[in-house]
Each structure stands twice: as C-alpha cells, then as structure tokens.
C-alpha cells in the first residue's frame, strides 16, 4: 500500500443516521511517517494478537485515512475490500465488520497495556466508527478507564466489567524468579479469557498504574509466590473495585521441583479461572445479585447472559421467562455476539427437549439448530458454542455430527475447565462410556462450580451397568425439582431397587408436571438416552411405581 498525503487535523464532524461516523476530530497534527512507524511497531510486536484478517483491516483504515479518504470507510467498504464479501453485503444480516473491528480494539487494547504503553503514537479505533484516532503519547491515557455510574451497584456502561491480572509478587526472595509472577498472571489471563463473557485487561509489573483501580477494571485479580523447603506456594486474590473489598482468595501448593512449575501454573490458572469467571463462578455471582431487579429492557448484553446462568442452574419456569426475554434483545441489540446466539439456542434446545409449554415444539427444534449454527460461525474457537451446537444434533439425533462437534471441542483444550463436566454429560450420553464419566469425575473434582446435571449422565451410565444403588446415589445430587427429569429420575430408580411406596410418590410428582407422558414418555425419554436398552430399563422402573408409558 503507497501511503503519501500527511495527516490532517478534519475537525469534528457529525454522526449520520446509518450508524457510521464521518472522522473524528484529531489531537494533534502527525506526520505520516509517524503514524506509518507506528503501524509497524504494532504489527511486529508479539503482544499484538490481531489475526491477518484484524491486521488487514487496521491497514486499511489507515491507509485510507492517511490518504483523505476517510470519509468513506464505511461498514460496507470494508466488507468488500478488506473482507472479500460481495455487492449484496448487508450488515444487517453479515456482522462480519462490526464483530472483526470490536476483536481488533482489544487486540491494540492489550498491546497498549503491555510493550506499547510507552509508544510515541497511540492508535484507536473509537467504539461507533471504523475511522482511527492518532494521538501523541502523554495527550490521552493510554487506555481510557469505563466511565462508571453513579449508582451504588457501580454498573459499566456498554462496554461491561473487565477483570485486570495483576502479575504475582514474587516472595521468594530470590529476584532471578521474578519470572513466576509473571507467568502466572499471563496463564491466568489467558484462562480467563477462554470465558469469553468477561474482556481481560493485564499489564506488566513495570506498569504505570500504581493502583489497580486505575485501569478502569471492576475486579482485579493479583497474588504472590512464596517458597519453603517443602515447596512453592500461590495465593490468589480477587478484589472487588466497586466496593475495594476481597471477595475470594484461594491458594495452592505444589512440591520444589522447577520443572514442574509451568504444568503447576496451568494447572492454577485453569482451576481459578473456572472458580473466578465461570458461568456460576464468583464474578458472575456478584454481578447478578446486582442485575436480578433489573428489567430485560435494561440489560446489557452481558447481564443477559447472567440471566442465562442462573436459570441453567434452577430450570425454573420464571428464570427461563427472564433469560429468554434478555437475549432476545441481546440478539437485536447486538447481532454479532456469538455468545447470545449460543445461549438462546440452548434455551430453544430445552424448549425441545422439555417440551415446555406455550411454544411450537417443531420451531424451537430449528431454531435451537439454526441459532447453534450461528453461535457456532460467530465463535469457532468457543468450546461452549461446539458444546451447544452438539448437543442441539443430540437432540435431534445427528449422532455422527454431535460427536464430531463435543471432539473438536474437547480438542480445543482438553486441560480447561469451562466445559469439562459438560463435554463429559454429552460424551456419556453419545456412548463414549469410558472417557465421559472420567471427564465428570475430573471436573468435579477440580471445580466447585461444577454443573449438577452431570449426575444425570452418571446415573445414565449406572443403569448401563445395572447397578441401581449408585444410579440411586446419583439422585440424590440432583437439585431440579420444577423438572420432570427429576422425579422421573427418581421414580424410575427407586422401582427398579423395589422400593415402589417411596418410588410411587416420584411418580405422582412427574405425572404433575407432565401429565401427558403416557402418550409423550418414551419420545422425551429418546431425546437424551439414545440407547434402547437403557430406555428400556428405565421405563420398566417407572412401570413399577405404577407410571406407564406407550
């Protein structure tokens, strides 16, 4: 690209109606030269973690802005000459710019907390326009803090709370091991990023801020290393910036052995991450205590997704009620979240599944696969979206692709813990007997925040196996009464021990919530146990506390 024309200042224009800025006003006069150096710095420097799509379309606009042609850098522009779509693009419909220019802000966002805090030029790509803003180091903060509200609850506006990773303090005494600290912070945010949900900020120890609060961040996660002659312990803490409390702290240890320490560290990072940023995990927590009273009209769209994570934990009817009116403004409101599309057709998916009333079980079954897809496409390296994808294809018994789906997300890291016990639900009830319940095992161990339904698979495999009494045992860490699963669960279990009074009660529980199962039974039954003669079983449980089924 020939780059000739200097910078000059445009002044400030006005917004148009269509949703693109015309540019904005400039700082400071930049040569080009400058600006060009500065581009380089950027694309050179390992912290940037642009992909070449992200890193051509940051070329783009600033070579078209350089030129005096900013004026036309429109979402459509970039569509056709940056992204290769067609005269027909509609972002309506093809978030691809919207969603390509948002992943590219925080990819300059973290270079510029890292190596380029010091850089002569900062470049921005400002939220509302594709036009990038030059400044002159020392005219702006490197990274400008969320504006907060002034409301108790300290909600962020549009953008949502971001968590800052601190490096940890090395206590050792030995300063050649300053490294640790760094590497910890550096596993712990990249853990933390898999979530998706939360935008990580992390800045190194010779940062500028000398107080966390200063970045902005509503929480911060920091701790230290401390060694002994037994071996080498790690705290972590998370502090709330809103209330500058600690909120949790948690700490490991680990024998003295330095070639251990970095499987150490990931082992850290992937336990904390699932116990700080998981979908029932302490961040979300916090906030949703915050959200609850909240009308889905006021919602952002990650309190939408809070509202998700509650009721995938209750299944209660109110809870769906909330969640599903959230994201389908979340949906309108910003089309090109893959998480809301992923979420929402987990909802339809229960629609299905559950058969939940007041809804066109047919429809919900499309959408549920369409919005999967979509979440799918929006998120390729999302190991929740292939999960939802998976087990939409249960449902609707594409086995084959259900399984090509939850391998290729295991595959994307079978270490972490943000869908461990999920991959191994759905890996139970495709069959894979051995590595699914392993998996279960695995994350219950590990995560506290483990998801209850995974009893379900475990109870599943137990009635494989004919051993009722630990299938019972499964049961009994079920915590989802307002679904018919529950009680059927139950019923079944307990007939098949012949305990048929307490067994009984259960079933008059499950004909309660689904009145028609004599006629529907054996179909819901099929939508999550594949294998007949399972089925088999557990409906001649439910024969014997008196529940039939055709």
């Not at 509202?307 to 009817?317: A, F, G, N, R, S």
């Not at 998801?451 to 299938?471: C, G, I, S, T």
Request: aromatic residues 10%; glycine residues 6%; proline residues 5%.
């Amino acid at each position: 690209m020939a780059f000739s024309q200097p910078m000059k200042s445009t002044g400030r224009e006005e917004k148009r109606l269509d949703g693109d800025l015309q540019p904005v006003e400039m700082k400071s006069v930049l040569s080009a030269e400058a600006i060009l150096d500065q581009l380089q710095r950027i694309l050179a420097s390992p912290d940037f973690d642009a992909t070449d799509q992200q890193r051509a379309l940051l070329e783009f606009v600033i070579s078209q802005t350089l030129a005096g042609n900013s004026g036309s850098i429109k979402g459509y522009t970039i569509a056709t000459q940056v992204f290769g779509r067609g005269e027909n693009f509609d972002q309506a419909i093809d978030p691809i710019v919207s969603i390509q220019a948002n992943k590219l802000r925080r990819s300059l966002e973290r270079y510029y907390l890292l190596s380029g805090k010091n850089d002569p030029v900062h470049i921005d790509i400002p939220k509302g326009t594709y036009v990038p803003l030059f400044t002159e180091h020392g005219q702006n903060a490197p990274i400008p803090a969320p504006r907060r509200t002034n409301d108790q609850d300290a909600r962020f506006e549009k953008t949502g709370p971001t968590i800052l990773i601190k490096p940890f303090q090395n206590l050792t005494v030995q300063p050649e091991k300053n490294y640790w600290g760094a590497g910890f912070a550096a596993e712990l945010a990249n853990e933390i990023n898999r979530y998706k949900w939360i935008p990580v900020l992390q800045y190194s120890s010779e940062g500028t801020c000398r107080r966390g609060t200063d970045s902005g961040a509503r929480f911060i996660a920091e701790g230290s290393i401390r060694e002994d002659e037994t071996g080498v312990k790690v705290t972590v803490n998370l502090i709330d910036t809103a209330t500058n409390s600690l909120i949790w702290s948690e700490h490991q240890r680990v024998d003295k052995e330095v070639t251990k320490i970095i499987a150490f560290q990931e082992k850290v990072a992937s336990k904390v991450g699932a116990m700080v940023a998981g979908e029932q995990g302490i961040i979300s927590r916090t906030l949703l205590g915050e959200t609850m009273d909240s009308h889905p009209d006021q919602l952002l769209t990650y309190e939408a997704l809070l509202y998700y994570h509650h009721y995938d934990q209750t299944l209660e009817p109110e809870d769906f009620a909330k969640a599903f009116e959230a994201l389908q403004k979340a949906r309108i409101n910003e089309p090109g979240c893959g998480q809301v599309w992923t979420f929402l057709a987990r909802l339809y998916a229960n629609i299905y599944s559950l058969e939940i009333p007041g809804f066109d079980v047919a429809d919900a079954e499309q959408k549920a696969l369409e919005y999967a897809e979509k979440g799918a496409d929006l998120n390729p390296d999302s190991q929740v979206a292939l999960g939802v994808l998976s087990l939409v294809r249960m449902f609707s018994h594409d086995i084959v692709l259900a399984r090509r789906n939850i391998d290729r997300a295991y595959q994307l890291n079978p270490s972490s813990l943000i869908l461990m016990d999920g991959i191994g639900y759905i890996k139970t009830l495709l069959g894979e007997w051995e590595e699914g319940p392993a998996l279960i095992r695995k994350a219950m161990k590990l995560n506290p925040y483990y998801r209850p339904v995974v009893h379900y698979a475990l109870w599943v495999d137990y009635l494989r196996q004919n051993d009722f009494e630990k299938a019972y045992l499964e049961t009994t860490e079920l915590r989802r009464p307002a679904v018919f699963w529950y009680p059927l669960a139950k019923a079944s279990t307990l007939g098949l021990l012949g305990r048929i009074n307490e067994g009984k009660k259960f079933g008059d529980d499950l004909l309660q919530l689904k009145p028609d199962f004599k006629e529907r039974g054996r179909r819901l039954l099929r939508r999550y146990i594949k294998f007949d003669d399972i089925a088999d079983r557990v409906i001649e449980g439910l024969h014997k506390v008196g529940v039939e089924t055709d």
